[in-house]
């Protein structure tokens, strides 16, 4: 069956980014929207931006956060999904068809997920991207354990689930108990990045390095399962060979106060520098300035930062483990290292700086791998067969909306709204 009417929703979508989740929700939407799909991605905005608008052909609508601000997080979240509710409910009274199926992207969104699936009797997918467990290793307390439940949720309630690598497959059969059958797995794309001139490359590499000084560059969020602690110490180790040594850290996290201090316990202050979270213009140019990115997590569901740099033929060296371990040929596309290790992260960096030639070829080569296997085109396929797959099933089953039912905010008021009422008042 043909899917027309496609309702996604997730937490974070441009130009609010926290982490890969945003930019797979993009480029999976806009890529949607090229095939004809009517796409409504509902997430959350801030007061300057247009409550509506259309990027690409994607409707986009934005829910404000300003209600929750201040407030424990589980309750910014309740809150923020309540509005989300409201406002998906708004959008179905519309013109045009009820929507086909609900696209849920983590545990962010899942109780206004949940409650559309329910009042509209319509399929619920979830991508489910990162777990608690996975990034705490274990779950160890309360708010661990509200994520955990709520994933958990998210999961059972789905119709599918998606996952981006093989290493998610199997922690989501352990971690949430998913059923195998339930589980699809597809991996992410990467856009193809547009030409820039040298002169561009050279003029923004100038602002951290010198022409002869070697840049290493590590993109993503500054956390403890990132490694970006690890990378300091390498940095460290790597500096005795290479004095000249300098390294960009674009990102955003709780974390970048303890790296600072440790930048300079380590004598790297004027070494390393944090550039925060960057535009989409900055980090294509980053990348393309560095001699060698850099991404040495310790749990990483797919890693779709390295497959950045691989499209720009950068030579990588990534942690061996999660999705990093799938989408690098150790030897042939990048370097693999042992994940929390100073010293083997170390190795991998001196064996991209001493030995250019090759690191060249490495970077040729993985930018050649990434065109051929990792485009949204791919993703947007695969996505679209697991749709109409689930469609099928769900029309087999009679289990849908009843005529002349009542609206859904008639049926879930008294429950829910009049109770986001009180809260709000709290």
Not at 124 to 135: D, Q
Not at 203 to 224: I, T
Request: proline share 6%; charged share 20%; glycine share 10%.
């Amino acid at each position: 069956m043909a899917v027309n009417r496609l309702l996604v929703l997730s937490w974070e979508y441009p130009p609010h980014l926290v982490g890969g989740l945003g930019r797979h929700v993009y480029d999976l939407t806009r890529e949607l929207a090229r095939r004809g799909l009517c796409v409504e991605v509902l997430t959350t905005g801030r007061p300057t931006d247009p409550p509506e608008e259309e990027r690409d052909g994607v409707r986009v609508h934005g829910v404000s956060l300003a209600e929750a601000e201040g407030r424990p997080f589980p309750i910014q979240v309740s809150l923020t999904n309540l509005n989300l509710l409201r406002q998906a409910v708004l959008l179905a009274r519309g013109p045009g068809p009820p929507f086909d199926l609900i696209h849920a992207h983590d545990w962010l969104v899942a109780f206004a997920a949940r409650l559309l699936k329910h009042a509209y009797r319509l399929p619920l997918i979830a991508t489910i991207h990162a777990t608690e467990h996975g990034r705490n290793r274990g779950i160890h307390n309360q708010l661990h354990q509200h994520i955990h439940d709520c994933e958990w949720q998210l999961a059972y309630e789905a119709w599918r689930v998606i996952c981006c690598s093989g290493a998610m497959r199997g922690e989501l059969t352990h971690v949430l108990a998913v059923p195998p059958d339930k589980l699809e797995v597809i991996q992410n794309g990467v856009a193809q990045p547009s030409d820039r001139s040298p002169a561009e490359v050279e003029a923004f590499r100038a602002r951290f390095a010198a022409p002869r000084d070697p840049l290493v560059v590590y993109a993503g969020r500054l956390v403890v399962e990132k490694g970006p602690l690890v990378l300091l110490d390498a940095l460290a180790r790597v500096r005795e060979r290479h004095p000249g040594i300098q390294a960009v850290l674009a990102g955003a996290g709780g974390l970048r106060g303890a790296l600072e201090h440790r930048a300079g316990e380590l004598g790297l202050a004027g070494q390393v520098h944090f550039a925060g979270h960057l535009g989409e213009a900055d980090l294509d140019l980053l990348y393309r300035a560095a001699d060698v990115a850099v991404f040495p997590s310790t749990y990483e569901p797919f890693g779709i930062v390295a497959l950045e740099a691989m499209a720009r033929g950068i030579p990588v060296v990534v942690g061996d483990t999660g999705g990093l371990a799938e989408i690098v040929a150790h030897g042939e596309t990048g370097l693999k290292v042992w994940p929390g290790s100073a010293d083997s992260l170390a190795w991998g960096i001196l064996e991209i700086l001493d030995n250019r030639e090759w690191a060249a070829q490495l970077g040729r080569q993985a930018a050649a791998h990434v065109r051929a296997k990792y485009t949204w085109e791919r993703v947007a396929t695969a996505t679209l067969e697991v749709y109409e797959r689930v469609q099928t099933e769900w029309a087999a089953t009679g289990w849908k909306q009843e005529e002349g039912q009542k609206d859904p905010l008639e049926l879930i008021g008294p429950r829910v709204f009049d109770r986001w009422s009180v809260v709000q008042q709290k």
